[in-house]
C-alpha cells in the first residue's frame, strides 16, 4: 500500500487559503487520494478524492501534480470551523475481492487563526 | 453520516473481561470497517467486512474478532479486554469501492 506523508502541523489565518500538502511518492496507477478531517473526537468526515485529475467541490479543491507523487487540499476561505485534523489517504485494494481499505496515517493538525 | 450509529458511546471495564462493541447501519451499504484510534498513532484498521458473512483481518488485529451475520450490524469483541486496548473505536462502512467512508461518533473504552 502506498504510504502518505503530511506535516504534523499548520497554522492559517482566518479566510486565507489553507493549503496543506501530502506526499504519496510510493502511489500506484489505480489508486485514488482521499482526504477526510477529523474535528475534536467526532469521526472522520470525507472532504474530497481524485485520481489525476485536479477536483473541486463545495468543500475545498484538490490539486494532484503530474507525476501524482503529490498532491495539495486547498480550502479557499478558511473559517475556525476548519480547525481540524486532515488525512491525505491513497486507497489501496485487494484485487481478488475488490475490497477498499483505507489506511490513515496521523494526519495534518490544522489550526485557523482569527 | 450514512445512518451509522455504535453503541456504547463510552464503555468502563476491567482487564480480563470480555466486551462487545456494536455498530448498526441503515444504508445497506456492503463494506463495513472498525478502527481505533490512539494519540500518536491515526486511525489503525483493525478489522473490515466485505459482506455477511465475509471479514478479514487489519493492521492490528490481535486480541480482537469480529462478526457480521446481518448486512446492517458488524460487532467487534475484545475476548479478554488488555488495558492496552483503551482506545477510541470507530465505525465506518461504504457502499461500494468508489463511494466514500461514512464514520460513525466513535465509542471510547476504558479498561482498567
Known amino acids: 500500500d502506498a504510504k502518505t506523508t503530511q506535516p504534523p502541523s499548520m497554522d492559517c489565518a482566518e479566510g486565507r487559503a489553507a493549503n496543506l500538502p501530502c506526499n504519496h511518492s510510493?502511489?500506484?496507477?489505480?489508486?485514488?487520494v482521499y482526504w477526510y478531517r477529523q474535528i475534536h473526537s467526532q469521526g472522520p468526515q470525507y472532504i474530497i478524492h481524485?485520481?489525476?485529475n485536479n477536483e473541486t467541490n463545495e468543500m475545498a479543491s484538490l490539486i494532484i501534480t503530474e507525476d501524482r507523487k503529490s498532491s495539495t487540499l486547498i480550502l479557499p476561505h478558511a473559517t475556525l470551523r476548519d480547525t481540524a485534523v486532515y488525512y491525505c489517504i491513497v486507497r489501496s485494494f485487494k484485487s481478488n475481492f475488490g475490497n477498499e481499505k483505507l489506511t490513515f496515517g496521523t494526519g495534518t493538525r490544522l489550526t485557523i487563526i482569527p | 453520516d450514512a445512518g451509522i450509529t455504535q453503541s456504547p458511546r463510552h464503555k468502563v471495564t476491567e482487564t480480563g473481561t470480555p466486551v462487545t462493541l456494536r455498530c448498526h447501519q441503515t444504508e445497506n451499504h456492503r463494506y463495513m470497517y472498525w478502527y481505533r484510534q490512539d494519540p500518536g498513532h491515526g486511525l489503525r484498521l483493525i478489522h473490515y467486512?466485505?459482506?455477511?458473512?465475509?471479514?478479514d483481518k487489519g493492521e492490528v488485529s490481535d486480541g480482537y474478532s469480529v462478526s457480521r451475520s446481518k448486512t446492517e450490524d458488524f460487532l467487534l469483541t475484545l475476548e479478554s479486554a488488555t488495558s492496552s486496548q483503551t482506545s477510541v473505536y470507530f465505525c465506518a462502512t461504504t457502499g461500494t469501492t468508489n463511494e466514500k467512508l461514512f464514520f460513525g461518533s466513535g465509542t471510547q473504552l476504558s479498561v482498567l
Open positions: 481524485g485520481l489525476k
Open positions: 510510493t502511489i500506484s496507477g489505480n489508486e485514488y
Open positions: 467486512s466485505y459482506g455477511v458473512k465475509d471479514t
